[in-house]
């Protein structure tokens, strides 16, 4: 929380060259199934939350944009290809992975549902295992450095790097 009792969220990209901060709250938190969507994030569905006016600054970057209809332009990271942002004359959504902590942004609508993949409701019964527990890439993982940027601001990224 700031100062003035408003909520704070951060976030940015997966290599940390675009990195972005709200103070305020965010509406809308929903998921959509349109195939723009399914497109823009290469997934199931988009998870977006939208910002109020005001309250979204880059604060390392600024994410490269695509004009993806008459409506809307998509923003994302030139480096990684994070996709971050869909804006549209209404205002700003961001992508809810791209929140440092994601599991405090709970989608409550989803949209576009003709185009809903048909198994995307049957995810959850899926057989699931933790990561650490799939012995047949243990000796891959034994060796694995990640190079992901991680969840909290930076002074400067990549590490060693002058702000």
């Known amino acids: 929380m700031s100062l003035d009792n ?29 195939r723009m969507c399914q497109k823009a994030f290469g997934s199931f569905y988009a998870p977006l ?11 390392r ?8 209809s ?6 994302f990271c030139a480096e990684c290809g994070t996709p971050l942002s869909f ?15 994601p599991a405090s942004v709970a989608p409550d609508k989803q949209w576009g549902i003709e ?11 899926l057989p699931g295992q933790r990561t650490e527990d ?3 890439v243990s000796p891959f993982l034994a060796d694995l450095k990640n190079y992901q ?11 060693g790097s002058k702000p």
């Open 6 to 34: 408003k909520p704070i969220y951060t976030g940015g990209c997966q290599c940390g060259a675009v990195r972005f901060r709200v103070e305020g709250a965010l509406h809308h938190a929903s998921i959509c199934h349109c």
């Open 115 to 125: 185009n809903k993949l048909p198994y995307v409701d049957a995810l959850h019964d």
């Open 134 to 136: 799939d012995e047949e």
């Open 49 to 59: 939350a939208t910002v109020n006016e005001g309250t979204l600054r880059w604060t």
């Open 149 to 159: 940027h991680p969840d909290y601001d930076t002074e400067a990224w990549p590490q």
């Open 70 to 75: 008459s409506i809307a332009t998509r923003g």
């Open 87 to 101: 804006e549209a004359d209404d205002g700003v959504a961001l992508a809810i992975g791209a929140f440092d902590d």
């Open 61 to 68: 970057g600024e994410p490269k944009r695509f004009k993806s």
